[in-house]
């Protein structure tokens, strides 16, 4: 990955202060009020983001930079492909159960925000997104996946899998969450998953029946 | 089913019309309010109901009564037992939805109220888990997930189908579901979920391999 400017890096910074902060205070914070708590300068403060919303979008990106390299640096291993999905999901669902369990009611606030500002974290969902279509692409290079288009899998895998990356859910029902399970839920899906089964519906009158 | 006395069906009128004011007021109602409303003596409402959560479970029966009546009856059911895990789901996912639908405002004031009085709703996720097993048993009795115990198998079927069944998924991303989907999802876990696979995980250190 290219080397970050100093800049760069005092944005990093300030985001992850940011960070920090609203965590402690349990409310978002402006740029203005940080700058405030940090003894800097208003006007550098200015110069490095343009408005408090490019402050979140700074936050954003502190969250999930971890995950976005981690997956870039996936993409290009060698891994078997269904170690490869299984790693997709349980690396990320690490960090966020270990953000979870450090502070919920931080956690709480930061899907609350992130809900808020759901244009800042869209980029970070189609990046997942995209990851997973190339390895969904490889699965099927090698017969897993068969009869079913690359939107389609990546469709209802999202759903199969959505306990391990919602954060409503990690909020709901975190104590019923183990990486064993989402190890079995792989397999199924890997064992599973293929177009032109058709047989769990069909009819749709059970009531007549 | 056993026939409702008067009484019981008295409970359950006025439990409807709690329904339909706290979704037309945008907040919940007590029982005196409701009295005051349907222009209903105080005294009979004390009678039917002791207070305000007696009132608010009644509006849980409602809630739940047409799904609880349908289980029954499926479990009771010879259809194929793909198909009935397939309706057990469908059957819950539409009329859900159909309220969402019909007021998606309303449907989000219900789950919170839901939420908070947490105790009431529980009895019939557990009921619902209970025909569930008994669908598992039958699944495994022709053959279906072989080596996982019931429970094992019910929390791991219960997280793939979680977006057909948790509110809160129908109110983050109800444009991406869809009866087809809930379908492929049962085929696939027909199809792939059996236990001693474990061929996903096993090693955890990836950034080392």
């Known amino acids: 990955m290219p080397a970050r400017s100093t800049t760069d890096q005092e944005r990093a910074r300030i985001?992850?202060?940011?960070?920090?902060?609203?965590?402690?205070?349990?409310?978002?914070?402006t740029r203005f009020m940080l700058a405030t708590e940090l003894n800097m300068p208003r006007a550098r403060m200015e110069a490095l983001f343009e408005d408090d919303d490019a402050l979140f979008s700074?936050?954003?990106d502190e969250w999930y930079r971890e995950d976005a390299d981690f997956m870039a640096q996936l993409a290009q291993s060698d891994l078997p492909v269904r170690r490869?999905?299984?790693?997709?999901?349980?690396?990320?669902?690490r960090r966020e159960r270990a953000r979870y369990d450090a502070d919920p009611a931080a956690f709480a606030l930061f899907l609350e925000l992130g809900t808020a500002k759901f244009e800042l974290v869209r980029g970070y969902?189609?990046?997942?997104?995209?990851?997973?279509?190339?390895?969904?692409?490889?699965?099927?290079?090698?017969?897993?996946?068969?009869?079913?288009s690359l939107d389609r899998?990546?469709?209802?895998?999202?759903?199969?899998?959505?306990?391990?990356?919602?954060?409503?859910?990690m909020l709901t029902i975190d104590h019923r969450l183990a990486e064993d399970k989402l190890a079995a839920i792989i397999d199924t899906i890997f064992a599973g998953l293929y177009g032109d089964q058709g047989t769990a519906s069909g009819i749709h009158t059970l009531r007549q029946a």
């Open 15 to 29: 985001a992850r202060a940011a960070i920090d902060s609203i965590a402690r205070r349990g409310e978002t914070i």
């Open 84 to 93: 490869k999905m299984y790693e997709f999901y349980v690396q990320r669902y």
């Open 58 to 60: 700074a936050v954003v």
């Open 153 to 169: 899998a990546l469709t209802l895998i999202n759903q199969m899998v959505i306990c391990y990356t919602s954060p409503q859910m």
């Open 125 to 148: 969902i189609e990046l997942a997104d995209h990851h997973l279509v190339e390895i969904i692409a490889e699965a099927q290079a090698e017969g897993y996946f068969a009869g079913l």
